[in-house]
């Protein structure tokens, strides 16, 4: 699903160039779960700023779906972030004046598609992360827990081919954090790639490879067993 060969990226700070990813490698293949991690500095949200299309590596490869990402005007970047990617960010980033059921609905408006079956995706991914009953609701009624799971049902709302989080459970409590990663899980499951960068090691050991940056190189890739995060909710 995703192929990543040599890649490198520097930041040019004035006449200072900080060198960030230094010849990264790795695949992940449809349906798996790897976790990104490493300490801060490291790279982790510049690497997946560049899996997310959202920034440009310096040299080197990626593959997306068979498709390489280089060079792509606006347009096509924008459509085949829209169609393949799904966000997960540590703050939500929910639109506070739209109804948890818009935020949902958003990406779809996006993709052209027309409002009644906007709605009724949308109706469908909120009833998936528990949140029938809060279609209505604001993001500023809704717990972090809760505006976390919205904002997976509109991660979800264009069935991308692939999710990526960004700290999830960062701004969350230990057993919200579980909950949330028990979704991610499920998700997972059903057969959604999923991409998690975390600092936390037990939300690591929830996805099933763990892939460990320093200063800009892979210095461990492991499978690890997964933890269930139901059975961690429940001790
Ligand atoms: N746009 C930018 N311009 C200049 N330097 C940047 C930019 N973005 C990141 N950096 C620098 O690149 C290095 C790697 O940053 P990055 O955010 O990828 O690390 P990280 O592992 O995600 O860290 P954290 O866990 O703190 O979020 C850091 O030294 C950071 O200061």
Redesign the pocket.
Known sequence: MIEIKDLHKS???GANS?H??KGINFTVAEGEMVSIM????????????ILGML?EADSGSYTLDNKPIKNLNEKIAAKYRNQFLGFIFQSFNLINYKSALDNVAMPLYYQGVKRSLRIEKAMHYLDKVGLADWASHLPSELSGGQKQRVAIARALASDPKVLLA??PTGALDTKTSYGVMELIQGINDEGKTIIV?T?EDDIAHMTKRIVN?KD?IIIDDSKVSQVSAKAKLHV
Do not use: I, R
């Open positions: 930041y040019q700070m900080l960030v990813l490493g300490s801060s500095g490291s790279g982790k949200s510049t690497l997946l700023n920034d960004d700290e960068v600092h940056l800009g």
